[in-house]
Nanobody
Framework: QVLFAESGGGLVQAGGSLRLSCAYS????????MGWFRQVPGKEREFVAG????????YYADSVKGRFTISRDNAKNTVALQMNSLNPEETAVYYC??????????????????WGQGTQVTVSS
């Protein structure tokens, strides 16, 4: 069973920062391209950022470029999302997800086979 578990969500004021983390319980973490998605009730789950398994290639949604940074530590089986200059419209549940490495950077949530349970991020105005 593949397990991903997010942490680090919470309440932050507009303009503030949060760092999300996702831990993987298993072996061969580097086989997975990892992605962060977010979802607001009633809306589609949307791609935020992605990173390849070994090469470190990163990918971002246009809306977060320059403000969010995705990183991973394969030795620790973790992937992180540093989020700066947050705005209230980014209030959502944030999910980490794993996909086959050749699909790194895909914005298609259907390409991601494994998902965490999500962590709530609330940005107050």
């Amino acid at each position: 069973q593949v397990l991903f578990a997010e942490s680090g969500g919470g309440l932050v004021q507009a303009g503030g920062s949060l760092r999300l983390s996702c831990a993987y319980s298993g072996r061969t973490f580097s086989w997975f391209a990892m992605g962060w998605f977010r979802q607001v009730p009633g809306k589609e789950r949307e791609f935020v950022a992605g990173i390849s398994g070994n090469s470190g290639m990163t990918y971002y949604a246009d809306s977060v470029k320059g403000r969010f940074t995705i990183s991973r530590d394969n030795a620790k089986n973790t992937v992180a999302l540093q989020m700066n200059s947050l705005n209230p419209e980014e209030t959502a549940v944030y999910y980490c997800a794993g996909a086959p490495d050749h699909l790194a950077g895909s914005h298609n949530r259907g390409h991601y086979d494994y998902w965490g349970q999500g962590t709530q991020v609330t940005v107050s105005s």
